[in-house]
C-alpha cells in the first residue's frame, strides 16, 4: 500500500515539475492570478495600520505562488490514480492492437501459401468440368483474404479485390480452355499483389 502510495505522489511531483520547465507561463499566470487573489484578502482583511501595501503585495507574492502550486500538486495527486490506469489501458490497447496486427498478418502469410497451393492444383485438373468447382474454391480464399485485408485496410481491401488491367506474368502453358488459362492468370495475380500488400502493411506495423 505505502509503495502505490509513493508512487502515486512519485508521479504527481513529476507532473507537477514538468509544466514548470515546458509551460512556464501558464504555471506563472496561474501563480499571479493567486498572489492578485491573496493581495485582495489582505488588503481588505488587515488595515494599512496592521501591514503596509509593500508587505502585502510581497506576502500576496509569495504566498499566493505557493498556495497555487500547493493546489496544483494535490490535484494532479488525487487524480493520479486514474490517469496513471488510463494511460495503463491505453499501453495495454496499443499492445494487444499491435498483436491483433501481426496475427492478421501471419494470417495473410498462411492463405498466401494456401492461394499458391490452390492455384497450383489448377494446373492438375483433368476435365473441363473441375474448373467450377476449383473456381469455386478460389472465391472462397478470395472472400477470407480479403476480410482479413479489410480488418486491417478496408481501402487496400477494395483495390485488392478488383485487379483492373494487368499483364499476366504467369501463363497456364496447357489450359484446358482459354477460361481456365485466364482464371489461372489471374489467380496468380491476385496473389502476387497479395504478397506486394503484406508486405506493405507489415511495414506500417506500430
Known amino acids: 500500500?505505502?509503495?502505490?502510495?509513493?508512487?502515486?505522489?512519485?508521479?504527481?511531483?513529476?507532473?507537477?515539475?514538468?509544466?514548470?520547465?515546458?509551460?512556464?507561463?501558464?504555471?506563472?499566470?496561474?501563480?499571479?492570478?493567486?498572489?492578485?487573489?491573496?493581495?485582495?484578502?489582505?488588503?481588505?482583511?488587515?488595515?494599512e495600520h496592521e501591514m503596509t501595501i509593500e508587505v502585502k503585495v510581497f506576502i500576496a507574492l509569495i504566498g499566493g505562488t505557493a498556495i497555487a502550486q500547493i493546489i496544483r500538486y494535490l490535484w494532479i495527486a488525487i487524480n493520479s490514480p486514474f490517469t496513471i490506469i488510463k494511460e495503463q489501458d491505453g499501453i495495454i490497447y496499443a499492445y494487444e492492437k499491435t498483436q491483433d496486427r501481426e496475427?492478421?498478418?501471419?494470417?495473410?502469410?498462411?492463405?498466401?501459401?494456401?492461394?499458391?497451393?490452390?492455384?497450383?492444383?489448377?494446373?492438375?485438373?483433368?476435365?473441363q468440368r473441375s474448373?467450377?468447382?476449383w473456381w469455386i474454391e478460389?472465391?472462397?480464399w478470395k472472400k477470407e483474404t480479403s476480410?482479413?485485408?479489410?480488418?486491417?485496410?478496408?481501402?487496400?481491401?477494395?483495390?485488392?479485390?478488383?485487379?483492373?488491367?494487368?499483364?499476366?506474368?504467369?501463363?497456364?502453358?496447357?489450359?484446358l480452355t482459354p477460361d481456365h488459362g485466364a482464371k489461372y492468370a489471374m489467380f496468380s495475380e491476385w496473389i502476387d499483389r497479395l504478397d506486394k500488400l503484406t508486405d506493405d502493411l507489415k511495414l506500417k506495423l506500430p
Do not use: C
Request: glycine residues 4%.
Open 1 to 47: 500500500m505505502n509503495e502505490k502510495f509513493g508512487r502515486f505522489f512519485r508521479y504527481a511531483f513529476y507532473h507537477w515539475k514538468k509544466p514548470i520547465i515546458e509551460d512556464w507561463k501558464k504555471v506563472g499566470l496561474w501563480s499571479l492570478l493567486a498572489s492578485a487573489l491573496s493581495f485582495v484578502i489582505l488588503l481588505f482583511w488587515v488595515g
Open 103 to 127: 496475427s492478421m498478418l501471419l494470417r495473410l502469410r498462411e492463405l498466401r501459401k494456401i492461394g499458391v497451393e490452390l492455384r497450383n492444383k489448377g494446373k492438375t485438373l483433368l476435365h
Open 131 to 133: 474448373i467450377d468447382s
Open 138 to 140: 478460389f472465391a472462397d
Open 147 to 175: 476480410d482479413t485485408i479489410s480488418l486491417l485496410d478496408k481501402e487496400r481491401a477494395e483495390k485488392w479485390k478488383t485487379l483492373d488491367n494487368y499483364t499476366p506474368k504467369l501463363i497456364l502453358q496447357k489450359p
